[in-house]
């Protein structure tokens, strides 16, 4: 054996025992008296939630952020400014928005308008045009040739984390934002967020969404995510990510959506987080590494985002298989992101919770496919851990395979 040879098989054999480490660690943690005490009582609150049904903003956040004052069901599609002012690009802007973009030809007017309409902090809007064949590409090319923010990167058809890791790495701005094409912004408060995250210095600034409905969408999904973007509280006190994340997880309301937050581009990039390639889901391993480094944290509890639900958009158009392979392998980041790593015991129990819940869409999922489903998602990953993995989320009835 060279000595490439060993010192490849040294580091090989290393990363096993971190990523069978965090097996372990995260059994021991699902195990816990402490974590099934608080995996009961949580029930109670996600219960009342959905009996509440659809809730109503009563009071509007502080800091001069304004939220939703109306019942999702009541609240009308938003319809951002047409017009604003165009303005030369910046080397060094203060936040870099980025979207991916495919087929978004019927809503991308009204995304982009939202974005460059946001009065105060300097701007850079990096447009990932991942083979669109709708005509997106045209009203891009209008957008930029009248505003100089505006930029394009141009790639083949390779999904939304490829889009977002392409957008990342072309970044110059202090923040770093997501935002779905079909998705907006509803309101001029760009300047609230990036004023309280450089106040706070922050790593992470999170905020709130509001659904709308657009088209005919199956009743129960409009159900499930009509109020899902909407924190019961305002999270305002600077924490540490994990804090933040188990604070949230207590009160059911953590949401991983990566467009619900700003974060600092510096943090993001030392860190190395990337999206996952190729997968659904892929929020989840990506803000559940982000939280689990983050050392200050906030949030506030604005609707500035607005969540289209639509007929034909990845959350509902998904099936089983694409929806079984982006919870397993965001499952698997999340353990190895974990390692070895210990957890304060007011923490460690809503961690793992964050965890197994995606580990449940897992398996949840995997019970509908055939044998060859399976042994398609058997087959991403031959690392003994991952082989673990699938063994407990496959079925008894399908182990045979």
């Given at each position: 054996m060279t000595g490439n040879e060993h010192d490849f098989a040294e580091e090989l054999a290393s990363a096993r025992r971190q990523?069978?480490?965090?097996?372990?660690r995260l059994r021991q943690l699902e195990s816990s008296l402490s974590y099934r005490i608080g995996r009961a009582a949580t029930r109670l609150p996600r219960a009342l939630k959905s009996i509440r049904g659809v809730s109503v903003r009563r009071n509007k956040p502080s800091g001069g952020i304004a939220g939703s004052a109306l019942p999702a069901k009541s609240v009308p599609t938003p319809h951002p400014v047409r017009s604003w002012t165009p303005l030369p690009r910046v080397d060094s802007?203060?936040?870099?928005?980025?979207?991916?973009?495919?087929?978004?030809?019927?809503?991308?007017?009204?995304?982009?308008?939202?974005?460059?309409?946001?009065?105060?902090?300097?701007?850079?809007?990096?447009?990932?045009?991942?083979?669109?064949?709708?005509?997106?590409?045209?009203?891009?090319?209008?957008?930029?040739?009248?505003?100089?923010?505006?930029?394009?990167?141009t790639q083949p058809n390779s999904g939304q984390s490829v889009g977002r890791n392409r957008g990342f790495a072309e970044t110059a701005g202090r923040y770093v934002i997501y935002l779905d094409s079909d998705d907006l912004w509803q309101e001029d408060s760009l300047s609230d967020l990036v004023g309280h995250a450089d106040s706070e210095r922050l790593d992470l600034l999170l905020f709130d969404s509001f659904a709308f409905r657009d088209g005919d969408v199956d009743k129960s999904i409009w159900e499930r995510y009509a109020t899902y973007y909407q924190r019961s509280q305002e999270y305002r006190k600077v924490r540490s990510g994990i804090q933040m994340l188990a604070d949230m997880r207590h009160q059911r309301d953590y949401r991983p959506h990566v467009g619900l937050y700003l974060a600092r581009t510096a943090f993001v990039?030392?860190?190395?987080?990337?999206?996952?390639?190729?997968?659904?889901?892929?929020?989840?391993?990506?803000?559940?590494?982000?939280?689990?480094?983050?050392?200050r944290v906030a949030h506030v509890r604005t609707d500035f985002y607005a969540r289209r639900i639509r007929p034909g958009s990845t959350i509902t158009g998904l099936d089983d298989l694409r929806s079984a392979k982006g919870y397993y392998l965001s499952y698997l980041a999340m353990i190895r992101e974990l390692g070895s790593r210990g957890l304060e015991p007011d923490t460690s129990d809503m961690v793992a919770d964050v965890v197994?819940?995606?580990?449940?869409?897992?398996?949840?999922?995997?019970?509908?496919?055939t044998p060859d489903e399976v042994q398609s998602l058997v087959d991403l990953d031959l690392g003994m851990d991952a082989q673990l993995v699938m063994r407990a989320l496959r079925p008894v009835r399908a182990r045979s395979y």
């Amino acid at each position: 054996m060279t000595g490439n040879e060993h010192d490849f098989a040294e580091e090989l054999a290393s990363a096993r025992r971190q990523r069978d480490a965090a097996v372990a660690r995260l059994r021991q943690l699902e195990s816990s008296l402490s974590y099934r005490i608080g995996r009961a009582a949580t029930r109670l609150p996600r219960a009342l939630k959905s009996i509440r049904g659809v809730s109503v903003r009563r009071n509007k956040p502080s800091g001069g952020i304004a939220g939703s004052a109306l019942p999702a069901k009541s609240v009308p599609t938003p319809h951002p400014v047409r017009s604003w002012t165009p303005l030369p690009r910046v080397d060094s802007p203060d936040v870099s928005v980025v979207i991916p973009v495919y087929n978004s030809v019927d809503w991308l007017e009204d995304c982009l308008s939202s974005v460059l309409a946001q009065t105060g902090p300097t701007l850079e809007v990096i447009c990932v045009n991942d083979g669109s064949t709708d005509g997106s590409e045209r009203i891009l090319q209008r957008f930029a040739e009248k505003d100089e923010r505006v930029r394009i990167v141009t790639q083949p058809n390779s999904g939304q984390s490829v889009g977002r890791n392409r957008g990342f790495a072309e970044t110059a701005g202090r923040y770093v934002i997501y935002l779905d094409s079909d998705d907006l912004w509803q309101e001029d408060s760009l300047s609230d967020l990036v004023g309280h995250a450089d106040s706070e210095r922050l790593d992470l600034l999170l905020f709130d969404s509001f659904a709308f409905r657009d088209g005919d969408v199956d009743k129960s999904i409009w159900e499930r995510y009509a109020t899902y973007y909407q924190r019961s509280q305002e999270y305002r006190k600077v924490r540490s990510g994990i804090q933040m994340l188990a604070d949230m997880r207590h009160q059911r309301d953590y949401r991983p959506h990566v467009g619900l937050y700003l974060a600092r581009t510096a943090f993001v990039r030392d860190l190395g987080t990337r999206f996952i390639p190729g997968i659904v889901h892929q929020d989840n391993p990506y803000t559940f590494s982000l939280l689990l480094h983050a050392k200050r944290v906030a949030h506030v509890r604005t609707d500035f985002y607005a969540r289209r639900i639509r007929p034909g958009s990845t959350i509902t158009g998904l099936d089983d298989l694409r929806s079984a392979k982006g919870y397993y392998l965001s499952y698997l980041a999340m353990i190895r992101e974990l390692g070895s790593r210990g957890l304060e015991p007011d923490t460690s129990d809503m961690v793992a919770d964050v965890v197994h819940g995606v580990f449940q869409g897992a398996r949840q999922k995997i019970a509908h496919l055939t044998p060859d489903e399976v042994q398609s998602l058997v087959d991403l990953d031959l690392g003994m851990d991952a082989q673990l993995v699938m063994r407990a989320l496959r079925p008894v009835r399908a182990r045979s395979y």
